[in-house]
């Protein structure tokens, strides 16, 4: 990695922290429905809203009755998305109708797109219609995002309110987010985007003449190819922004018209962690101590940082079996070495190292590179950051009410270590809360665990398998972190498109988001009843570098006793073998 | 009493605690511990495969089974043996309270009158509440009770340390004694106040015997987060017999890993570190208060002292001298100072109050009188009596008193005098200014007035500002008028104070600062402070309080010394920091145990895993050896801690989190590497493996 490299790391960290500051308070605005400007332009949409849905917007709601909407909502969600999917054959139009899916796999994708996680085991612009992708995937990209939103905000209100019955009012918080935060968010992504020719049409298909044209296996000559359009923009736009992730195109960011220039792909790049870190500033505030939101964006920033520099690390220094054939892998003006295999050669080493960091630290899970091709270390980190819990930055809403899981824990930990009954500003943590902060922690990992082992005995699980030996593995492990987490990547080399899989890996997103959400909730509630006590000489401060190492040092003991067996049998002794080898 | 701390491995206590340990491995007590409930069952199944394994199927020697099996249940064992040594210094302790009480004997009476023409003389451990006992002069109470008649003096020196006697009577805030005192003048009759059995001291022994003790809140708390750890790595070796036949699989080499490899790996990552410990942890916090003198009516209590955010003190006893000093020498018109001082030192002579020995030091300071001694000059001291409330002498014709304004005017009244206007004046404005006036008067004569004044305790500004550190704001209650108080808190430096504090205002300020959020220890003695112990969160009452006080309140302080409230909450935060501490170090430990087990249970499928061993273990059964070992063995090694507590310091969150942080954490990372290593080698050097 050269100066170039460095520089364009330095430029994408100083426009996000640059950005992420003034988002913050706006949506700061929107949670505590305080006037945000676009309230003067959309209020009339809000109230209309509220009316046909016959909700009654200031009603305040507790933990049990904001979960159950929440489930009910994301219910009916993943029903909706379901039929639409097996039944997309009838609303078929245009020149080239799709048919419906199977059961399984429109199982999978309805649960995969409502959980914010867009794993695809489907075949983008292959396998679903236009209609489908905008009726379907783009609304949950939207609610879904939504969603995670509306639980952070509950949380948060229960971390402020004292003595409180109600955490706000589900629908508002989901119609509020949607649209004063994501749609006009995307609407100017979606419209930068466009300018930088991102594709965003009706017209489903376009015949390109070849300007070389090759010979097929039978002999014939190729003379066209169908390339396959829609409206990619406004899809392309949420996916990034909302940490969906579900591309338009199969090979997601890294197909040309999902992302066609330097400029398309920095500002791609940026929507990925732009709302994950504005949502830091946003809790700093509505906590009236924009300290407390800085630590937890320092203690994000500070493994996002030591992940990249060991991913980048590892792409960089190539593979030394090729070296030992005589391959050159060095950097030099002509090619950005290291190890290029499953990389865009428009992106090189440094982006796409980036790119993959970004997308598995937060929930993303968009590629603009194969993960699979990665070398083991490299491959080690995105898988490691979704295996964290999706808490550095992670998901929209979701990556923040998540770290606040390990926070009181961390608290609990620190707290008793300084000789107090631990507390979080100024809420007591008691047997309950840890018992739901423990849940929310502990569910994910279980379930990745528990998920990775039967599919790496069971014979439709290793049927799967392109990989023999522990790359095999980390395939598979490598799925059920990004299920179980919300993320939404792979690595590619397993063949998930199968009733095992989709049925397998659509439970783990289902227990993998709502055995947090749920958790978090009831963490709220109990917060929210409960007094304030006022920080002395005594009370453990959250908002030091001391407590910020001590977050870190939770988020990364737990992900490293939890997760160390199972990648000491994957990527970690497949790198041994690969610098062992003769 | 002696309350020598037992020494932790005391054979007899050593040997009783390990037949206790045996004993705790029934499975209702295990079950008590989901951590060590987790290692029981390991070490159950091992045992099966060790049986399995003589019968030739074994899926590994059967030797190194039945080791891995015997430190399991070491590992099982150390834990209880923990728990029964902190139980059993707890039982030393309560010995030691309930044979001063047995022993002695007791005279019960039918009616409350001391010429009860036949007494029964009965064991003082068979009374019951109710029963009426008379105890006279040179007898010991034979239990805690009230006083219906009588006055007595008191010598409480067995329960408290302070040598200068008492004044109980009945009614009033005096009327309370304690069992185990004696009674040194006069008589008494009184109530007993509890069963046998079920009286406070009972009470007490139970819980620091560990039989009734409840698992406090915060307790709780550590033990969900516990068992959510074990749970999680419950799953991750669950999980590795799948991984690892895969591995087998897809390597085409080694055979999967053996049950007993992934017992012993469980065991090395489930906390049993804290887990093993928590219980003794628990009693050992009540045992260190018992050591103070405290005796805390509940686990919760202890927890709660480690809390406290405002600490209201009485101001006498407390900030000040229980005695005052005497600091200055009024005359009345028409007498010298040279001769009020020379009656006034004539009079505290033969005083051995703090208050007499003051006036006496003040005369010689101020007025160059030598000390003389009675006899000398032909004396007769006359002591202060609880009816006359006051003391003096009597030379040649000479009759010098001194007292109590009232006191001593009803005394000249019986001499047909009383005191001029302006002594009435002096003793006023003393009186104002917060001080105590003593007249001093010769037969009908008042020679003046002697200004007794409140003495600051020494080094008590230290301790408020370490308290200060500690995040405890300190508040002076007193009856004082503002002046006085505000003079007296600035001296001690207290951040506050309440002065002319009625029990109202003082239960108002409780429940205002609780509205804020604030917990609140205080401590208190008489009757009227009951309604305030009893809103407060932590309550001290005093030993030679009334009964009404101690059972408004949660500890009882047997020295009767307000001052110990700042240990209490020591030991509260010791309680807490040694949890905390022994959590870190638990979880912090198991990134060695991955390191020293990992390589030698998979490196036969894949032996490029060998590079994992950074320890470079003699073998994989070396390896797993040690690391369950270093394991069990960590326990023992903990229990003096854990007894002994984490030391605190007031010196502010941050600083005691970064040293703990460092010490249990990192200190918890590193620690087992070495250990592990060490035992590793000794296994090589003794051939045993």
């Given amino acids: 990695m050269g100066t170039s490299g460095f520089l364009r790391i330095a430029l994408f ?42 909700v009654r917007p200031d009603t305040d709601m507790t933990w049990t009755a904001y979960a159950a909407a929440l489930l009910a909502f994301n219910a009916v969600g993943i029903l909706a998305l379901y039929l639409l999917l097996r039944l997309q054959g009838l609303f078929a139009f245009g020149p080239a109708p799709l048919p419906g899916i199977p059961p399984h796999l429109a199982f999978n994708a309805a649960v995969s797109f409502a959980t914010n996680t867009n794993w695809q085991s489907y075949g983008g612009e292959w396998t679903l219609a236009p209609l489908t992708q905008m009726l379907g995937l783009t609304v949950q990209n939207f609610v879904s995002a939504a969603t995670g939103l509306a639980v952070l905000a509950a949380l948060i209100r229960g971390l402020v309110r004292r003595g409180a019955r109600g955490l706000g009012n589900f629908w508002t918080d989901l119609v509020r987010s949607t649209l004063y935060i994501l749609l006009p968010l995307s609407l100017l992504l979606a419209l930068l985007l466009a300018s930088q020719g991102v594709v965003q049409t009706f017209s489903t298909r376009v015949e390109a003449t070849l300007l070389a044209p090759p010979t097929g296996a039978d002999g014939s000559v190729v003379a066209t190819q169908t390339l396959v359009l829609g409206p990619v923009a406004s899809q392309v736009a949420i996916k990034q922004l909302g940490t969906n992730g579900g591309g338009y195109f199969n090979v997601n960011s890294a197909h040309p018209f999902e992302n066609p220039t330097p400029l398309s792909g920095f500002l791609e790049m940026l929507a990925i962690l732009l709302v994950p870190a504005a949502l830091c500033h946003t809790f700093g505030h509505l906590v009236r101590d924009a300290r407390q939101g800085w630590a937890v964006l320092a203690a994000m920033a500070l493994v996002f940082l030591a992940s990249l520099a060991v991913c980048v690390r590892a792409e960089q220094a190539g593979n030394p079996r090729l070296a030992a054939l005589g391959l050159d892998q060095q950097a030099s003006a002509l090619q950005p070495g290291g190890n290029m295999e499953g990389k865009e050669v428009r992106f090189g080493i440094v982006d796409s190292a980036l790119w993959a960091t970004a997308t598995t630290a937060a929930s993303n899970g968009s590629v603009n590179a194969m993960h699979d091709s990665f070398t083991p270390l490299g491959g080690l980190v995105p898988m490691w950051l979704m295996q964290l819990g999706e808490v550095v930055f992670g998901g929209v809403g979701s990556g923040l009410y998540g770290v606040l899981l390990f926070v009181v824990v961390a608290v609990f930990i620190a707290g008793l270590m300084v000789g107090r009954t631990p507390e979080y500003l100024g809420k007591k943590i008691g047997a309950h809360e840890m018992k739901m902060a423990a849940l929310g922690i502990l569910v994910p990992p279980m379930v990745v665990l528990t998920g990775t082992a039967i599919a790496a005995v069971a014979p439709a699980g290793v049927a799967g398998l392109a990989n023999p030996g522990p790359h095999g593995f980390s395939e598979i492990l490598y799925a059920f972190s990004s299920a179980g987490n919300n993320n939404g990547s792979a690595f590619a080399g397993l063949s998930a498109n199968t009733p095992f899989y989709n049925l397998a890996l659509g439970l783990a997103m289902l227990f993998g988001r709502y055995w947090v959400a749920v958790p978090a909730l009831a963490l709220a509630g109990s917060l929210a009843g409960k007094g304030f006590t006022p920080p002395g000489a005594g009370t453990l401060p959250t908002h030091t570098p001391l407590f910020v190492a001590l977050l870190v040092g939770t988020i ?6 939890s997760f160390l067996p199972a990648l000491a049998l994957g990527p970690i002794v497949e790198h041994l073998q690969m610098v062992s080898a003769p | 009493m002696s309350r020598r701390p037992v020494s932790l491995f005391d054979p007899g206590l050593a040997a009783r605690a390990a037949l206790a340990s045996l004993r705790k491995l029934d499975p209702r007590v295990q079950a008590r511990n989901p951590v060590m409930l987790v290692v029981a069952v390991a070490a159950l199944l091992t045992t099966g495969l060790w049986i399995q394994a003589l019968a030739g199927r074994g899926e590994a020697p059967a030797g190194f089974i039945l080791t891995v099996a015997l430190c399991l249940w070491f590992t099982v064992l150390f834990s209880n043996f923990a728990e029964a040594v902190a139980e059993g210094r707890g039982k030393a302790q309560a010995e030691a309270l309930r044979s001063q009480r047995d022993r002695a004997l007791a005279r019960r009476v039918a009616t409350p009158a001391r010429d009860d023409p036949a007494p029964a003389w009965v064991p003082a451990a068979t009374l019951r509440r109710g029963d009426l006992v008379v105890v006279e002069a040179g007898e010991v109470i034979p239990a805690d009770g009230e006083i219906l008649a009588g006055i007595a003096s008191v010598d409480e020196s067995a329960v408290t340390g302070e040598s200068a006697p008492v004044i109980r009577e009945a009614g009033g805030d005096r009327s309370s004694v304690t069992g185990g005192t004696r009674v040194l003048s006069d008589w008494v009759v009184m109530r007993v106040a509890a069963d046998p059995g079920e009286s406070f001291l009972d009470r007490i022994i139970g819980l620091v015997e560990g039989a009734r003790r409840q698992k406090t809140p915060n307790e709780i ?34 055979s999967p890993v053996t049950v007993t490899a992934l017992a012993a790996l469980l065991v090395c990552l489930v906390p049993t570190t804290i887990g093993g410990l928590l219980s003794a942890i628990g009693i050992a916090g009540m045992d260190r208060m018992l050591r103070a003198n405290v005796i805390a009516t509940s686990g919760r209590a202890v927890e709660a002292a480690g809390d406290v955010d405002v600490l209201l003190l009485d101001k006498t006893g407390t900030i000040t001298l229980g005695n005052r000093q005497a600091t200055e020498l009024l005359p009345a018109p028409g007498v010298s100072e040279a001769e009020l001082a020379d009656a006034a030192q004539l009079a505290s002579l033969a005083d051995e109050t703090p208050e007499g020995r003051s006036i006496v030091v003040l005369a010689k300071q101020r007025y160059g009188l030598r000390e003389r001694h009675l006899h000398e000059i032909d004396a007769r001291f006359v002591p202060f009596t609880a009816q006359t409330r006051m003391s003096g002498v009597d030379v040649g014709d000479r009759r010098i008193r001194k007292g109590a304004a009232d006191a001593v005017a009803e005394w000249l009244h019986g001499h047909g005098s009383a005191p001029s206007g302006p002594v009435q004046a002096m003793v006023e404005e003393i009186a104002r200014r917060g001080g105590t006036p003593l007249v001093v008067a010769d037969r009908g004569r008042v020679l003046g007035v002697v200004h007794l004044k409140d003495i600051v305790k020494g080094g008590l500004r230290e301790r408020f500002a370490a308290l200060r550190r500690m995040g405890i704001r300190t508040v002076m209650i007193t009856g004082d008028n503002r002046l006085t108080a505000a003079a007296i808190a600035a001296e001690a430096g207290v951040d506050d104070f309440l002065a002319e504090a009625t029990p109202e205002a003082k239960l108002a300020l409780i429940r205002e600062h609780q509205t804020g959020g604030r917990l609140v220890a205080m401590t208190g003695d008489g009757t009227n402070d009951a309604p305030a112990l009893a809103q407060a969160d932590v309550a001290l009452a005093m030993s030679s309080g009334t009964q009404a006080a101690k059972e408004a309140s949660n500890m009882v302080d047997l020295d009767s010394n307000p001052t110990k409230l700042i240990e209490t909450v020591e030991i509260g935060k010791q309680l807490l920091m040694t949890r905390g501490a022994l959590t870190t170090f638990s979880i912090a430990n198991d990134v060695a145990k991955y390191f020293a087990i990992l390589p030698a249970a998979f490196a036969v499928s894949y032996p490029e895993l060998r590079a994992l061993d950074v320890m470079r273990l003699a073998s994989p059964e070396s390896a797993i050896l040690s690391a369950l070992l270093f394991n069990a063995l960590i326990i023992v090694a903990l229990i003096p801690l854990a007894l002994r507590g984490v030391r605190y310091r007031p010196v502010g969150a941050p600083s005691l989190l970064r040293r703990n942080l460092l010490v249990y954490g990192l200190g918890g990372l590193a620690a087992p590497f070495a250990g592990i290593k060490l035992i590793d080698l000794a296994l090589v050097a003794l051939d045993l493996v």
């Fill in chain 1, 556 to 561: 990364l003991l737990v992900g490293a006793l």
């Fill in chain 1, 13 to 54: 960290l100083l426009v996000l922290a640059g950005l992420a500051p003034p988002l913050g308070r706006y949506v700061a605005r929107v949670f505590a429905g305080r006037p945000c400007g676009l309230d003067r332009l959309l209020g009339g949409a809000e109230r209309l809203i509220y009316r046909l849905c016959g």
């Fill in chain 2, 221 to 254: 708390a550590l033990q969900i987060l516990l068992a959510a750890f074990t749970l999680a790595f419950l799953a991750v070796t669950a999980t590795l017999l799948p991984f690892s036949l895969h591995a087998v699989r897809s390597a085409g080499a080694g």
